[in-house]
């Protein structure tokens, strides 16, 4: 379906299934925070950029009731959820303010980047941040490798990332379905609007390699039963042979120490 039609149905919570960052915020953030206090990381003060915040405030203003010092919510559209962020005003007073009835974030606490983070315009008008965040966002990057180094610039030398990512067809029923397709006949006449690239556990891998030191990538979820049934059927490039590695449904990525 058309962009726009899909985004219309999204915000409306119609057909369309909203991820946990919508959902369920606090969840999301005690997400976050769980994993990094796990691995001896703190948000208290930090400056933190949400990838893919989709247009709600919602995770931005509880990470910086939870501690967090400024946070930077970052998307490639601007489309902003006025009536679920007008919701927030009452329990978000210090970080939202109202304007002509919608809510609007504080300056001093939030940083609204929308555009092509690739693009040095873009870059330039945030300063560097301490972690990167993001939840079900990487799968659908069109250019994974291109977008990874944008954000490896942004992030500092001490900082550190950490994604969720979602390696199953969206069309969550059979989870592997998406791989029997041919390059052609998935990007002409399948992918969905919000497209899917098919990256795989070791391409992921590939790609965090390249721009960071230090890559821990940790399986959430494996399909077993599910890759089996389809393993006949799924495309020779998306297998390693390695029913472990091609079983892999989500995954966890925390990286540190960008290349510069």
Not at 17 to 32: H, W
Not at 92 to 115: C, Q, S
Not at 248 to 260: C, G, S, T
């Amino acid at each position: 379906m058309p962009e726009s039609v899909a985004r219309f149905l999204l915000k409306r919570r119609w057909i369309i299934k909203p991820g946990l960052e919508s959902n369920d915020p606090a969840a999301a953030v005690a997400q976050y925070i769980d994993s990094l206090t796990a691995r001896g990381r703190s948000i208290n003060g930090k400056r933190i950029l949400l990838f893919g915040y989709g247009g709600r405030f919602a995770v931005g203003v509880e990470l910086l009731r939870r501690g967090a010092g400024h946070v930077v919510l970052c998307d490639h559209f601007v489309l902003l959820d006025k009536e679920r962020n007008r919701e927030l005003l009452s329990d978000y007073a210090d970080f939202l303010v109202e304007n002509g009835g919608d809510a609007e974030p504080r300056p001093e606490f939030i940083t609204l980047l929308h555009g092509d983070i690739r693009e040095d315009s873009v870059q330039k008008q945030i300063a560097e941040v301490d972690y990167v965040l993001s939840t079900s966002v990487y799968e659908h990057l069109d250019d994974v490798d291109g977008i990874t180094r944008a954000l490896a610039k942004l992030t500092s030398p001490n900082g550190v990332q950490l994604h969720f990512v979602d390696l199953r067809d969206h069309y969550f029923k059979f989870p592997f379905e998406m791989l029997t397709f041919s390059e052609r006949t998935w990007r002409n006449f399948l992918n969905p609007t919000s497209n899917l690239n098919r990256f795989r556990l070791t391409s992921y891998r590939e790609v965090f390699d390249a721009h960071f030191q230090k890559v821990n990538i940790t399986v959430l979820q494996r399909l077993e039963d599910d890759f089996r049934a389809a393993r006949r059927h799924i495309r020779p490039e998306f297998l390693t042979g390695d029913e472990s590695v091609d079983s892999v449904a989500l995954i966890q990525v925390f990286v540190e120490e960008p290349k510069l």
